[in-house]
């Protein structure tokens, strides 16, 4: 079984401040990890994904996440945070080849303070 | 370019009616997912496609139901709503293996 924990349901850093969004996944076979970000009444929109190649993964809008296996967490950071970022942002983890069946963090909400 | 339509937006049910929740893709994706995305608990799969005419279950699939008979369209069914059902319900699609989901802008669904 799969599963996904992301660490704090919010966070709230200055502008221009780092951001860290902590995820933690379970997974007793090969996963794929994936970032998504959700503005207010919207879909889900990738930001960045993790399927077996390079441990450290850039995605859109200068965010980035580093898959460590030995500490099983696929944790989101981005050096400089603007208040754009603001946002709910969720984890998801699936089987290998199977994005089609993910599993997903219960997200974490950005504030970002002026 | 369209990507994943939803239709309705939104909706508002009594308890015990029945409804279909639309979901179209121009992309000719094969695979196919309903979520349903409820507060502090991120998506939850309800059910999921591979192709036409193939269906399965996801982990809260007890009292919808779905088909799909094209590659574009997969619909949802609530056959008699009750107010747990209340949620925003998501659609998405993908290609081949790992290809990530692209979601729809959600149907805002509450039961009366």
């Known amino acids: 079984a799969q599963s996904v924990t992301q660490l704090g349901s919010h966070v709230s850093v200055s502008e221009g401040a780092l951001v860290l969004l902590r995820c933690n996944y379970s997974?007793?076979?090969?996963?794929?990890l994936f970032w998504y970000v959700q503005y207010p009444n919207q879909g889900l929109q990738l930001l960045l994904k993790y399927t077996s190649a390079a441990t450290l993964v850039k995605g859109i809008n200068g965010f980035e996440a580093e898959f460590k296996k030995s500490e099983t967490s696929f944790h989101l950071t981005k050096p400089s945070a603007h208040m754009s970022d603001a946002a709910e942002y969720f984890c998801?983890?699936?089987?290998?080849?199977?994005?089609?069946?993910?599993?997903f963090g219960s997200g974490t909400r950005l504030l970002v303070r002026p | 370019n369209a990507g994943v339509t939803q239709t309705p937006k939104f909706q508002v049910l009594k308890t015990g009616q029945s409804m279909t929740l639309q979901c179209a893709q121009d992309?000719?994706?094969?695979?196919m997912s309903w979520y349903r995305q409820d507060p502090g608990m991120g998506l939850r799969l309800i059910h999921y496609?591979?192709?036409?005419?193939?269906?399965d279950q996801g982990e809260v699939p007890n009292g919808y139901n779905v088909s799909r008979s094209t590659t574009e369209d997969f619909p949802l069914r609530l056959l008699s709503a009750a107010p747990s059902q209340t949620s925003v319900y998501f659609c998405?699609?993908?290609?081949?293996?790992?290809?990530?989901?692209?979601f729809g802008d959600g149907t805002r669904l509450s039961i009366l």
């Open positions: 496609s591979v192709g036409a005419g193939i269906t």
């Open positions: 998405a699609s993908s290609g081949p293996g790992g290809e990530p989901q692209h």
């Open positions: 998801a983890v699936s089987p290998m080849d199977s994005s089609y069946k993910l599993i």
């Open positions: 992309m000719n994706h094969e695979y």
């Open positions: 997974s007793s076979v090969p996963p794929y």
